[in-house]
């Protein structure tokens, strides 16, 4: 049976700056807290506990003082920064460039017209949704179905954004319904539609299409808790119906090779390289 690991799959350059940087600090010995986990991959979170990382959550953040913590390629609301200020915390801001130009976008929309409704496509309380959130003082609308769109109003201006690693096709689909809701109010020319998902996302999607139909059996590796990994697995599903999702090997099971003459491994841009070399190897050594 052929194995092929999709060479597009793995780390964003986003992710791997923040951890790039977290590396470099730890191999100083220096002590370093993460302010929630800097890769949604569990097996990778362990690595990086092991050589000296220390994941610390919101409520501990706030009671620190005079530490230093590593702000990951989501973001982080305004709150944090003064936070930090205040607690005498060095923070090392590892946001990927990516989200910072559209935090700073968001939030030039938000303080120039006070009357237009901030929506963003993403998931509630995700870290980076949350960031983004946060440039607005909490005022955005965080929408993820069609069904949310009830909650606008069509009179007022609109302006939608999308959280980076959302689904580019869902994302067409309630931009598409909102155009025809405000055409159907008379107020269209007061939507600004601003696709904010990353290239390296929505670049995946189409790669990822090809690469799962090329394949028998696909095994998309991912941490269960990934946006990304959600959506991109969902587009392998729709076009290789026996794609299955695991976090890691043990999680597979073989009766998913029978008769299949070539499986394709790919993932998420939070899924380690390594993880997949590993699953990979798994499989060949269990189906010999
Ligand atoms: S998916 Fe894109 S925006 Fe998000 S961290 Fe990676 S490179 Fe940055």
Redesign the pocket.
């Known amino acids: 049976m052929k194995i092929e690991i999709d060479k597009y799959s793995g780390f964003?350059?986003?992710?791997i700056n923040a951890i790039a940087k977290a590396e470099k600090l730890l191999k100083e010995n220096i002590p370093l807290y993460c302010l929630g986990d800097l890769v949604h991959n569990n097996l990778e979170m362990d690595r990086l506990q092991k050589i000296g990382l220390q994941t610390i959550q919101y409520e501990e953040f706030k009671k620190m003082k005079n530490a230093i913590v590593l702000i990951r390629?989501?973001g982080e609301p305004p709150e944090t920064y003064e936070i930090a200020k205040k607690n005498n915390i060095t923070l090392i801001d590892a946001t990927?460039p990516?989200?910072l130009r559209l935090q700073k976008k968001i939030k030039k929309t938000y303080t120039e017209n006070n009357e237009t409704q901030i929506v963003i496509f993403g998931k509630k309380g995700h870290a980076?949704v949350n960031g983004l959130v946060g440039q607005t003082y909490g005022n955005a609308l965080v929408i993820n179905s069609i069904d949310d769109l009830d909650k606008l109003d069509f009179n007022k201006p609109i302006a939608i954004f999308s959280q980076?690693?959302q689904s580019p096709h869902k994302y067409d689909e309630i931009v598409s319904e909102l155009k025809k809701r405000m055409t159907a109010y008379g107020t269209i020319e007061k939507l600004e539609c601003i696709n904010s998902i990353?290239?390296?996302?929505s670049l995946r999607d189409k790669e990822l299409k090809n690469f799962a139909q090329k394949h028998d059996v696909i095994i998309f590796v991912s941490g269960k808790q990934s946006s990304?990994g959600k959506a991109l697995f969902e587009v392998c599903k729709s076009v290789n119906p026996q794609s299955y999702f695991i976090s890691e090997a043990s999680e597979i099971q073989f009766e998913w090779f029978n008769n299949a003459s070539s499986v394709g491994i790919c993932g998420a841009?939070s899924t380690p390289m390594w993880l997949m070399k590993n699953i990979a190897e798994y499989i060949e050594s269990h189906t010999k």
Do not use: L, P
């Open positions: 964003c350059f986003g992710v390629a989501h990927c990516v989200v980076e980076t690693t990353c290239n390296q996302v990304n841009t």
